[in-house]
C-alpha cells in the first residue's frame, strides 16, 4: 500500500495520529525522501510525494495497491495482452524490488512488485493494518475475466446477496471485493480498507483533523462496519471494523 501525495510531512501527521504508525524516512535524493509507515516495527504501508511529471498529468493524491508477482516483467508484457494497458513499464527501484504501474481493461490503477530486499508490508488483517481491497469499476464480468487470467484469482458471488457483491480470493483467501455497479460511483479504481475498532471515533477523528468523509459509518449485516474517508490531501481510504464474534 502506497501513498502518493501532494504534501508528505502534514500525511505522515495525519496517519500517525489517526493509527499510530510511525514514519521511517529514507533520504531518495536531495530533499526528497521516501517514507515507511510501521506499526510495531513492521511495515504497514509507504508513502511519496507526487512527481512534477504526475501533477502536470493530473494524478491526485492517491493509495495504490501493490499486487505481489514473481516477475514483473512477465506479468505486464501478459496484462498488455489482456487488455491492460502498461502506464510504467518495469523498472527496478535499487535493490529492493522491481515494478510496474498497470491500468487494467476497465480503467482501474494497479500497481505489480518483484521482491527482491523488500517483500512489502509485514502485517494484515490486524488493527490500523490492511485488510481488504475492493475494485470499483463498470464492468465487473470484465474485470473478474483480466485478474482472473492474470493473477489466478477467482470470484465467488457473496451468498444471500441479491446486489451481486463478488468476493475475490487468492489461493483460497479471500483478499477483496468487486461492488455492483451503481450510480456515482465515479471512475474505475481500487479503495484500500484498514481495519479499526469504534470506527465511529477514528472517522470522526480523521475528520477533525482534517480529513473529509466520503461515507460515514455503516453497519453490512454480517460483516461489520464500513466508511470511507479521505485525508487532508485527497487520498481516499476505507475503514473497516468487523463484526464482533461472540
Known amino acids: ?10 500525511a505522515k501527521r495525519f496517519y500517525n495520529e489517526l493509527f499510530a504508525w ?14 515507511m509507515f510501521q506499526l510495531r ?17 493530473g494524478v491526485p493524491p492517491n493509495w495504490m495497491l501493490y499486487v505481489a508477482t514473481d ?9 498488455a495482452q489482456l487488455g491492460g494497458k502498461v502506464l510504467s ?15 487494467d481493461p476497465t480503467g482501474a490503477v494497479f500497481a505489480i512488485w518483484q521482491a527482491k530486499r523488500h517483500h512489502g508490508i509485514g502485517v494484515a488483517s490486524e488493527e490500523r493494518a490492511f485488510c481488504w481491497a475492493d475494485l470499483t469499476t463498470t464492468d465487473p464480468k470484465r474485470a473478474a475475466d483480466f485478474y482472473s487470467q492474470l493473477f489466478g484469482w477467482e470470484t465467488e458471488a457473496s451468498k444471500n446477496d441479491p446486489a ?15 461492488p455492483p455497479v451503481h450510480e456515482g460511483q465515479g471512475p474505475p479504481h481500487w479503495l484500500i480498507y484498514y481495519q479499526v475498532s469504534g ?13 473529509q468523509t466520503y461515507q460515514p459509518p455503516f453497519t453490512m449485516p ?25
Open 1 to 10: 500500500m502506497e501513498l502518493g501525495t501532494s504534501n508528505q510531512h502534514g
Open 22 to 35: 510511525t514514519a521511517n524516512d529514507v533520504p531518495i535524493g536531495p530533499d526528497d525522501f521516501y517514507t
Open 41 to 57: 516495527g513492521r511495515d504497514v504501508a509507504a508513502a511519496y510525494s507526487l512527481r512534477p511529471d504526475q501533477k502536470e498529468q
Open 71 to 79: 516477475n514483473a516483467d512477465s506479468t505486464s508484457e501478459k496484462a
Open 89 to 103: 513499464s518495469p523498472f527496478d527501484v535499487f535493490d529492493v524490488g522491481r515494478m510496474a504501474v498497470i491500468q
Open 164 to 178: 451481486g457483491y463478488l468476493h475475490i480470493l487468492n489461493q483460497g483467501n479471500y483478499i477483496g471485493g468487486i
Open 199 to 211: 470506527i465511529e471515533s477514528v472517522a470522526e477523528h480523521a475528520k477533525s483533523n482534517g480529513g
Open 222 to 246: 454480517d460483516t461489520g462496519k464500513i466508511a470511507v474517508l479521505a485525508d487532508p490531501q485527497g487520498a481516499v481510504f476505507g475503514l473497516f471494523e468487523p463484526l464482533a464474534r461472540g
